[in-house]
């Protein structure tokens, strides 16, 4: 079964009991408008503890998420106040993107990765509800 990248984030979100708004524009410190995929601002699970606003990009593109990416994303994370941190989710990374990702604290995720989660959550969710 293939799955929309969007959607597995939407499922993302909806699993971790996120908070969100879809296709947000905010004023950045520089008076332009940002736009995110996502703007995450909370949980309802107690258990779950954000540290503030994170903003999500979605690059749905058939070819590797590289450094520029990552370097637009670092340029939203200081250029958009009240935001914590920001998520690039892709189908897939260059090495060098995720190095740099992780030097700059933004947080990555690929389709691959989002897959693995949902089916983690499904088997937890299957296991702790139906087993007796």
Not at 76 to 96: E, H, I, K, W
Not at 97 to 124: D, F, N
Request: net charge neutral; aromatic share 10%.
């Amino acid at each position: 079964m293939v799955q929309e990248l969007d959607g597995l984030v939407q499922a993302f979100l909806g699993f971790r009991k996120f908070q969100f708004h879809e296709n947000v524009s905010v004023r950045g410190k520089n008076d332009k408008n940002v736009s995110f995929s996502y703007l995450v601002h909370g949980s309802t699970d107690p258990h779950v503890n954000l540290g503030g606003n994170i903003g999500v990009v979605v690059k749905d593109w058939s070819r590797s998420c590289g450094y520029n990416c990552i370097l637009e994303a670092e340029r939203l994370q200081t250029n958009t106040p009240d935001l914590n941190r920001v998520m690039v989710v892709a189908n897939q990374f260059s090495s060098t993107a995720r190095e740099l990702a992780e030097k700059l604290g933004i947080l990555t995720l690929t389709k691959g990765e989002l897959v693995s989660i949902q089916s983690m959550y499904r088997q937890q969710f299957s296991t702790t509800v139906f087993d007796p």
